[in-house]
């Protein structure tokens, strides 16, 4: 026994580095506070795109310990200069980040304190905070207050959540598959392709519907190809539409097509992970009309809330539906009944049980800041992309239609030489150049250029320096011949 006794006194001794002094604790948070200090004060100067490779061997584990000054060092330099900086006003390619600082004071707590956000048992106040967002989210969407709702890691999860939603309602398996049909838009983001195989789903019919010049789901035609698949003895029973799509922000005629789904009863799914929160601006309010007559809907707050990567939702009406394939329980789970409640918890709505308590770092910016410089960003955005859009018409780039939010897409009409080729040799030296970041995309099989304005740090002084960035790097290829 003492033998046992002493080899635990051992070990307690160096385990216990896992618990450092509150002076340890003060160094640590002193040091990575300068950093982020640092980081956020010289942001506008640091470059949004750097293709240098990681030296990998600099970040392998082998055991050994390092002081934390050498450890944020090789952070900054291996990890936050190089690819994209998802924090930087200049990202404008794809869906641009948020991180604002404030969630991550959220992090920081919850990290500290290790709320269990899976089970009401184990954390009533996380997950009691997590169904204040959720009740907000359907406040703002027109859902009522008896739908169910998760936080999850992003978009993708939350729609593979809402598209299990729509398959256990239809009773969607085994032989009913492969006659099964769902009507979506080519434009529909391919995480609900991605979601569609992981759920079974990847024999069903799937039917893409027509989309005009703003790359909105033709209605009539969604109509037709239902009418046509019900005459044939095919089974429908999901349409999906996209507010805000990622290639050029368009927003899908939601009232129609929900109207459609209703008259036809199938399920009907919005994904709105990147364009939802549009629905706050006085501009763009009207273009949601509909939006609450879906039966799931998705929309991510670390696109159009400005939160850090890690945080989408889902809201799915029927309840029971969203159950079916994620309530469990368990022997080892018996205790989590204890608490005598009405409220599910949000591990049944979930592919996940231990959950981050990722609510709090919406809530927390939400409590000390208030909505209003949420919505005012939003309004920002879209106004500077109507800037941007004409700053470009100005210096002789042209651009695709006006956009229903704020992603949109330019090129420049070079005199000489293959249009394809040139557009993407100009964005080649904008990569180079790395201080803004732009992607591209296939519009009508045309290479063009895509923007897409979302980050909280993008400001009208970003759009001039980045058209500046452009002008120049369009006239280096006409300098080489263009
Ligand atoms: C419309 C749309 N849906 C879904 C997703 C996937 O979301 P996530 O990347 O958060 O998984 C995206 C991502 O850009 C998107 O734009």
Redesign the pocket.
């Given at each position: 026994m003492n033998k046992l006794v002493k080899k635990i006194k051992e070990l307690e001794k160096i385990s216990g580095k896992l618990e450092p002094s509150e002076s340890k604790r003060n160094k640590y948070f002193q040091q990575i506070q300068d950093y982020a200090n640092g980081f956020i004060n010289n942001i506008e100067t640091l470059k949004a795109y750097s293709d240098k490779k990681v030296k990998r061997d600099l970040l392998s584990i082998n055991g050994n310990k390092k002081p934390i000054k050498e450890i944020i060092k090789l952070y900054g330099k291996e990890i936050v200069d190089k690819g994209i900086n998802a924090a930087s006003g200049f990202h404008i390619g794809y869906?641009p980040g948020g991180g604002i600082y404030t969630s991550a004071i959220a992090d920081f707590l919850a990290a500290v304190t290790n709320e269990y956000a899976g089970l009401y048992f184990a954390s009533p106040g996380s997950v009691i905070i997590e169904n204040e967002i959720l009740n907000w989210l359907k406040s703002i969407f027109g859902f009522p207050k008896d739908s169910a709702g998760s936080l999850t890691s992003?978009?993708?999860i939350a729609?593979l959540i809402a598209l299990t939603a729509a398959r256990d309602h239809h009773k969607i398996k085994s032989g009913k598959i492969t006659e099964s049909v769902i009507y979506l838009s080519p434009q529909t983001?391919h995480?609900i392709h991605k979601a569609l195989k992981i759920i079974g789903l990847g024999d069903v019919i799937i039917r893409y519907i027509l989309i005009d010049q703003y790359s909105r789901m033709d209605v009539s035609d969604l109509n037709s190809q239902i009418k046509k698949d019900k005459d044939d003895g095919l089974h429908p029973f999901l349409v999906i539409a996209?507010a805000?799509?990622?290639d050029t922000g368009a927003v899908d005629p939601l009232m129609e097509i929900g109207n459609i789904a209703h008259k036809n009863k199938l399920w009907y799914h919005v994904?709105a992970?990147?364009g939802g929160f549009f629905i706050l601006t006085r501009q763009k309010k009207a273009s949601f009309r509909g939006i609450e007559m879906a039966d799931s809907l998705v929309i991510?707050p670390?696109k159009g809330l400005f939160i850090p990567y890690g945080t989408?939702a889902v809201l799915v009406k029927n309840k029971e539906a969203v159950f079916q394939s994620h309530q469990y329980t368990a022997n080892y789970m018996q205790d989590s009944t204890r608490n005598n409640t009405d409220i599910y918890n949000p591990a049944d709505v979930s592919p996940e049980l231990t959950r981050h308590f990722r609510a709090l770092r919406i809530w927390l910016p939400l409590q000390i800041h208030g909505i209003e410089p949420f919505v005012a960003c939003l309004e920002e955005k879209l106004l500077l992309t109507l800037y941007f859009r004409n700053r470009l018409l100005e210096i002789g780039f042209e651009t695709g239609p006006e956009p229903d939010l704020s992603v949109s897409y330019f090129w420049y009409p070079f005199k000489n030489g293959d249009q394809n080729e040139l557009n993407r040799k100009l964005l080649e030296l904008v990569y180079k150049d790395g201080n803004v970041f732009f992607s591209s995309t296939i519009i009508d099989k045309k290479f063009v250029i895509r923007m897409a304005i979302l980050s909280f740090r993008t400001k009208l002084k970003t759009i001039d320096q980045a058209v500046r960035i452009l002008n120049n790097a369009r006239l280096k290829v006409e300098k080489s011949g263009a």
């Open positions: 869906i992003g978009g993708s729609n983001h995480c996209t805000g799509t990622t994904d992970a990147y991510d670390h989408g």
